[in-house]
Each structure stands twice: as structure tokens, then as C-alpha cells.
């Protein structure tokens, strides 16, 4: 059993349909098992009690953006590293990101899932099969 194994990547966009895709398509690229969410309020509640490798999330959700999802789970999960997705790149281009650490990257829509695989590989390279 690798040590991904023991973690999860947790992914979290308000397109359930999406979710599915990811999750289905990641879980045949990476060695870790992979936690979907469609509510980040819902990832938020469960963040301090998982074992978690590296955090996905969309911009741009409603109730609470990815940006604002990543600065709440921050304290609570220092060391991970975290990838944001979105569609509205140039927006969070704009935006001071400096004071959130964890984010390791930002993947702009549309994109392929071996390419967020390899994105996760990057910032969490125990995710990737040997």
C-alpha cells in the first residue's frame, strides 16, 4: 500500500455531474482514493477530521468561492497543498493571493483530467503510481 493510499485528494465543485467525472477518471490516474464534495460548506464541516493529501476546488461556487474555502481550511490543514480550477482565470489574476500559502496552483477551464492528474502529481507527488 503506497502512502497516497493512506490520503485522500478531496475535490470540491458545485456541478455534481462534474464530481462524478473527476472522480471516476482520477481514481484510475492517481494512487490515492478520491473524495468529492459539491458543497464546500459540506468539505468545510468534514476537512478537520480527514486525512487529506491535497485539496481540488472550484472558484467559482455559490455560498462560498474557492478562494474563500481555501483561506477557512488553511489553519486547519496547513501542510496541504491545494489546486484551484475556474473559469474566470483572469479574475483570480487580479486578486492577492499571497497570504494563502497552501496554493500550489491555478488550472484554468477547460481542461483535461490526466492534466489536473498530473497538476495533483506535481504538488502532491505521492499521488502518482511509481
Known sequence: MSAASQFYAIVIDDEPSYLGLIETVLGELLTCPIKTYSSP???LEEMPTLPVGV???DFYMPHMDGVQFLKKIQPIKPNVPCIIITGHK???DRMD?????SLKKVLA????IDQLASAIGEVWPESLAP
Open 97 to 101: 493571493l499571497s497570504d494563502l500559502t
Open 90 to 92: 483572469d479574475l483570480l
Open 109 to 112: 477551464k477547460p481542461f483535461k
Open 41 to 43: 460548506n459540506e468539505a
Open 55 to 57: 485539496v481540488v476546488t
